[in-house]
């Protein structure tokens, strides 16, 4: 009985091995990324076949079905630019006409900003967030949505549970005793219902009555709504307009992610509201193409003056590595905004190798000293965007994330002039690195899109 007992734990062992290897070859995994884990695998199964099981997926359209964007789309620009007639053949919504966006620079900025569209909402509060930190803002968030709560508003919260680990959870629980609704997307004690652990919901943003949206790189705690000037640099904005269709869309889809659908996921169509030409590109496994990643590839490649991106961590995929260094050889200006010392060491480490390999192409890059950078904005010739996306592995495959492209001149002139305003805290240059630290960044490199 034992040596049968025995006999049947090797079979499964060697089908589990077999399957995971199976899989480890699907088609939108590079051969880079397929090698690795089947060395990891044969190596050792018994760690390896778990390990990837929980963090070897990305796109799962059984648990993630594709957005819905609305039946009645706004109509699109008429002259939208080639760019964003790209994004939208690779899937995105059109480019659409008629928006009024403002961009927040400061902390208290965009901590007004978020006051102001929550209590301007007068039936419904729509949010997503990654990050709900234990803190005064915080705690002050969730006040304030308990409060609309109790004046009649229905206020909807999806909360990433990896992401908020550190929640406020009597605070939250104060709101869900008010009336509030909460979920959290990929809860741990679900995780085989909804999604895999590698995968996390990365997207900002607090809808107010389907009409006016806040979004960005922000999450809601003091780092990105009470820190000193220069201490935390980050970027957000307040939007209306059109675009604000695709947005709900996005919600009412990780709303459903997380539960049980909206009863009505397609509001009315928004009314126009200013002269702002945008685009909402969404990226994740709720996306069938990997369209932010493909776009912006395309989007080098074709730039012909300028690439400037700021981004807290800087981990490129392959593609956009050799995009990048291809522009820079034939003339572009290429420039890397990123932190000199970012929240996260272990990218920090694999951003090294990277950085060496495309600067002696003439990318340049540019290190904020006074403290953290953690905006994701960019700008592409006469293309800008802002969004939650940072400029790495998982942000561009992995991740549910958010990122709005201006096509108009006035919004990319602001964009512009918030990147000219980092010049003179920035040091250019890649740092040097000795031998025992080059072996340290090859290892995290090798677990870029795990970080």
Not at 125 to 153: C, E, K, M, P, W
Request: with cysteine; net charge neutral.
């Amino acid at each position: 009985m034992y040596l049968l007992f025995e006999h049947l734990l090797i079979v499964l062992g060697v089908l589990a091995v077999a399957s995971a290897m199976i899989l480890a070859l699907q088609a939108r995994r590079t051969p880079q990324s397929s090698a690795a884990w089947i060395l990891f695998i044969i190596m050792v199964p018994y760690i390896a076949v778990p390990v990837f099981l929980v963090l070897g997926f990305r796109k799962s359209g059984r648990s993630f079905p594709a957005i819905r964007f609305s039946p009645h789309p706004s109509v699109p620009s008429v002259e939208a630019p080639h760019l964003a007639r790209v994004f939208a053949s690779l899937g995105a919504p059109e480019a659409v006409s008629g928006n009024q966006i403002t961009l927040h620079e400061s902390p208290q900025a965009a901590n007004e900003a978020l006051q102001a569209v929550i209590t301007s909402a007068r039936e419904r509060l729509d949010i997503l967030l990654y990050v709900l930190a234990n803190d005064d803002s915080g705690l002050r968030f969730l006040a304030q949505l308990t409060a609309r709560v109790q004046a009649g508003v229905k206020v909807r919260l999806s909360v990433d549970w990896l992401g908020s680990l550190g929640r406020p959870r009597k605070a939250l629980r104060e709101f869900v005793q008010a009336g509030g609704e909460l979920r959290y997307f990929s809860p741990i004690d679900h995780f085989t219902d909804t999604a895999h652990l590698n995968l996390r919901n990365h997207r900002k943003l607090v809808i107010a009555d389907c009409r006016r949206v806040w979004s960005g790189g922000r999450n809601v705690g003091d780092d990105y709504l009470a820190s000193p000037p220069g201490q935390w640099v980050d970027l957000s904005f307040s939007a209306e307009g059109p675009v604000l269709d695709a947005f709900n869309a996005v919600f009412a889809s990780d709303w459903e992610v997380a539960g049980e659908p909206l009863d009505a996921p397609f509001p009315p169509p928004s009314p126009p509201a200013g002269q702002a030409q945008l685009q909402l590109v969404p990226a994740g496994p709720d996306e069938p193409q990997d369209v932010l990643h493909d776009g912006l590839v395309a989007a080098i490649y074709r730039a012909r003056q300028r690439i400037w991106i700021a981004t807290p961590y800087f981990v490129p995929t392959e593609g956009l590595a050799q995009a990048l260094a291809t522009a820079a050889r034939t003339g572009v200006d290429v420039r890397i905004f990123l932190p000199a010392k970012s929240n996260q060491w272990t990218t920090d480490l694999a951003r090294g190798p990277y950085m060496r390999a495309l600067a002696p192409t003439g990318v340049r890059f540019l290190r904020f000293r006074p403290g953290m950078m953690h905006a994701k904005a960019g700008l592409i010739d006469d293309a800008a965007w802002i969004g939650s996306a940072n400029f790495d592995v998982r942000s561009m495959l992995l991740n549910f994330e958010l990122t709005v492209f201006a096509w108009d001149q006035p919004t990319v002139t602001a964009v512009t002039r918030w990147f000219e305003r980092l010049l003179p805290d920035c040091e250019e240059g890649v740092a040097e690195a000795k031998l025992p630290r080059r072996l340290i960044e090859g290892v995290f490199r090798l677990g870029a899109p795990i970080l």
